[in-house]
């Protein structure tokens, strides 16, 4: 199959196209052609993509839930997505919404996972509560604005004061311009902060929060829950959650709960979307569109990270293997680092 690939780790301005292996499928795994992938700035660390839609070409023998030509999406759990086929379990595939198209759909599945895994699954947002949502024209908060708005929550979120406009029509009730306004200043006695920042953001949310509240970060330092998720071995386990030590003692004297969301495929969560998304709750944001050819392009752009909502390509022949293993090494090492900076 057509392809792309790296020959150094980590290096965007290195991809090479070129033909591998169309991969096998198992048992319990889905082989799919892949139509549209999306970029987000995860895929930079990573470089193999992550979400994508696509047709079903091929079940294994226990796949009972999808069949040969069934349009899909999902965020993939083994195999990269940035290829003209890629293998997903079924139990991480849902079949994309039927109102929208295999582009928007790509857009979706990672952005959409997280706002979920954090507001419906972790912090349990209902009606009558109020939450922060950092970076709200980002992919992630931008989908979690709307889904916020869906629970019956008063939603508050950060931006720049060009995109005020944009993130209120998504939902928003509260902006903060973040060049002009210290959020800290301004709201008080929230339920749930969604942390996109990390670092001082992270810190300040913490004055946000009422007691009894909670901070779900996807950017702040991990803690012995996502050593838990990501299996890793008995060093690991005892050094990640020291990372995490100083803001959880922080957030533990104020009696508010800290948590950090390591996203996990999930493809019953994605029917639930699938279901908002064709009742016209949550709409996909698409930033740019590239081609095939431009994919340096796309990758560097969202290097800039000045994207709205999320990137694909029209066409699925770009495929990375890395081990994601040196991506949490290189993450634990780059916040080791800044510890040690900043003490």
Same mark, same amino acid.
Request: aromatic share 4%; no cysteine.
């Given at each position: 199959m057509k392809a792309a690939?790296?020959?150094?780790?980590?290096?965007?301005?290195?991809?090479?196209?070129?033909?591998?292996?169309?991969?096998?499928?198992?048992?319990?795994?889905?082989?799919?052609? =892949?139509?549209?992938?999306?970029?987000?700035?995860?895929?930079?660390? =990573?470089?193999?993509?992550?979400?994508?839609?696509?047709?079903?070409?091929?079940?294994g023998s226990n796949v009972t839930q999808f069949k040969v030509g069934d349009e899909v999406y999902a965020k993939t759990d083994l195999n990269g997505a940035f290829a003209e086929y890629t293998i997903v379990q079924q139990s991480s595939l849902a079949l994309k919404p039927q109102n929208i198209s295999m582009e928007h759909a790509a857009s979706l599945p990672l952005v959409s996972l997280t706002a979920w895994q954090a507001l419906v699954e972790i912090a349990k947002l209902r009606s009558g509560q109020k939450v922060l949502i950092h970076a709200g024209s980002g992919g992630v908060g931008s989908i979690a604005i709307q889904l916020a708005k869906h629970l019956g929550a008063t939603v508050a979120t950060t931006t720049s004061g060009k995109n005020t406009r944009w993130v209120r029509e998504l939902g928003a009730d509260i902006i903060i311009d973040y060049k002009t306004i210290d959020f800290e200043q301004e709201l008080k006695d929230y339920d749930v902060v969604l942390d996109t920042q990390g670092?001082?953001?992270?810190?300040?949310?913490?004055?946000? =929060?009422?007691?009894?509240?909670?901070?779900?970060?996807?950017?702040?330092?991990?803690?012995?829950a996502f050593a838990e998720a990501i299996k890793a071995n008995w060093l690991l386990k005892f050094i990640i959650p020291l990372l995490s030590w100083s803001i959880r003692n922080k957030a533990k004297k104020r009696d508010i709960t800290y948590s950090f969301l390591f996203m996990q495929p999930n493809g019953y969560q994605l029917s639930q979307i699938a279901e908002l998304v064709e009742a016209g709750k949550i709409k996909p944001i698409v930033d740019k569109e590239y081609p095939f050819s431009q994919m340096n392009e796309a990758l560097q752009y969202v290097n800039t990270g000045r994207t709205k909502g999320c990137l694909f390509f029209n066409i699925g022949v770009i495929g990375f293997n890395q081990m994601k293993e040196l991506m949490v090494l290189q993450a634990l090492l780059q916040l080791v680092l800044t510890k040690c900076l900043d003490s």
């Open positions: 690939y790296i020959n150094r780790y980590g290096k965007i301005d290195d991809v090479q196209l070129d033909e591998q292996p169309k991969p096998s499928i198992s048992k319990d795994s889905v082989l799919v052609k =892949v139509h549209a992938v999306s970029i987000n700035p995860l895929d930079l660390r =990573v470089l193999e993509g992550n979400d994508f839609a696509g047709v079903v070409a091929q079940v670092g001082k953001t992270l810190e300040k949310s913490l004055n946000v =929060v009422k007691r009894g509240g909670r901070i779900i970060s996807i950017s702040g330092p991990p803690d012995r």
